[in-house]
């Protein structure tokens, strides 16, 4: 039997913060309403590209397993906010890494979008079709962030991070694996105008309209996550004592708890980022997990649980078994460049381009688009 062990590690985090103070300046919402209900207390806004936090982790990722990059054979990208639709943006990450030989793929199930990339390259590496991988999560939301709906504002937040994983005849690595989902209530969270360009119509890059029915998803990933986990803890022959940590998705604090609960997992063993970084979709369980390696809460053998829920309604709950190795073999001098605006000024300077250009944007999306086109236009 082939395995899939995760031997790198790294994040790519902007350094600009966001506070709820910061939020308040131009939404109706208040530290206190958002900490109560959600747990979070801070978000970055990055100054770069997706791609650019995404080849900050990959350096750090591979430079801890220490595999050169030429030495790669697969790149998996998961993210729901690529830099462009085509080219692939795993294709960016592979030319500023200098990886020729690897293939490279984009998967986008939104926030269970690293779970997914990290099943199919563990499965990948088991059929021996790689004998290495490189899986990032990464997600640059604020320049799709509709800055005035103050129900999804204060939610997200920007960052990457990565992993490797390598071939071994020992056990560990991803080693039970439950992904699905929840289709019937795909619109309960919709993002329209997200990778459009329909600059003629009025509606262009960073003009999106938020669908999100808060209190549906809500519930719906409580389920699906708690499903997830009793399934692949029933599949895999495990039960909550076994588990070490849980590092899971962080949409928002009730939710983890919820699902820890459900999991019979004290939240004592349950790695929580949320209040630092808000919900970054495909990065919150990846930069989870770095964190909890760099705080020591991972030790060799240590038995993870990684539940996920996102738009779609894709969820999923992955077992991994930790390797014997907690600390890096090595560390890269990668930086990104450096940033004078503040985290606020930034999000002003998206909210300004935003309604410069956004009025005509409502209109627009509550048509179709293509109807727009072919209506004849009216004779006067
Ligand atoms: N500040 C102040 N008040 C607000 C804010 C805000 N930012 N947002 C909403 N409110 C108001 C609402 O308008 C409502 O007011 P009303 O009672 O006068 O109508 C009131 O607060 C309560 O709103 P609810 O939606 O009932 O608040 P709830 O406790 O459900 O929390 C939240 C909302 C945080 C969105 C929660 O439902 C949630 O976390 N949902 C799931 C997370 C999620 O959807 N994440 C998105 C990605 S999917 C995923 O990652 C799993």
Known sequence: MRYANLTGWGHGLPPSILTNDDLSTFLETSDEWIVQRTGMQERRISHVSAIEMATLASHRALACAGLEADALELIVYGSCSPDEQVPNS?????????????????????????????????????????????????????????????????????????????????????????????????????????????????????????????????????????????????????????????????????????VAKYAGVPMERVMVTVHRYGNMSAATVPVSLVDALSEGRIKPGSLLLMPGFGGGLTFGALLVRWGDRVTPLGTSDATLPPVTASALEMVNAIRARQADRGRSVEALMNTRFIETLLTPAATP
């Not at 939104?110 to 059929?127: E, K, R, V």
């Not at 640059?140 to 999804?152: E, T």
């Not at 919709?190 to 600059?199: D, E, K, P």
């Not at 599949?235 to 998705?249: C, M």
């Open 90 to 258: 795993a294709s960016g990450v592979q030319v500023a890494l200098g990886a020729k030989r690897a293939a490279a793929m984009d998967v986008n199930t939104a926030c269970t979008s690293f779970l997914y990339g990290l099943a199919s390259a563990t499965a990948m590496i088991q059929q021996g079709m790689v004998r290495n991988a490189l899986v990032i999560g990464v997600e640059y939301i604020s320049p799709f962030m509709d800055w005035s709906n103050r129900n999804v504002a204060v939610l997200f937040g920007d960052g990457a991070a990565a992993v490797v994983l390598e071939a071994s005849d020992t056990p560990g690595g991803v080693i039970g694996t439950v992904l699905g989902c929840d289709a019937e209530a795909r619109q309960t969270l919709r993002v329209r105008g997200m990778g459009c360009s329909y600059v003629d119509g009025g509606l262009t890059y960073g003009d999106t309209l938020w669908d999100f029915d808060g209190q549906a998803i809500f519930k719906r990933a409580v389920h699906g996550m708690s499903e997830a986990c009793a399934r692949v803890m029933r599949e895999a022959g495990v039960t909550a004592d076994d588990i070490d940590l849980v590092v899971p998705h962080q949409a928002n604090l009730r939710i983890i708890e919820s």
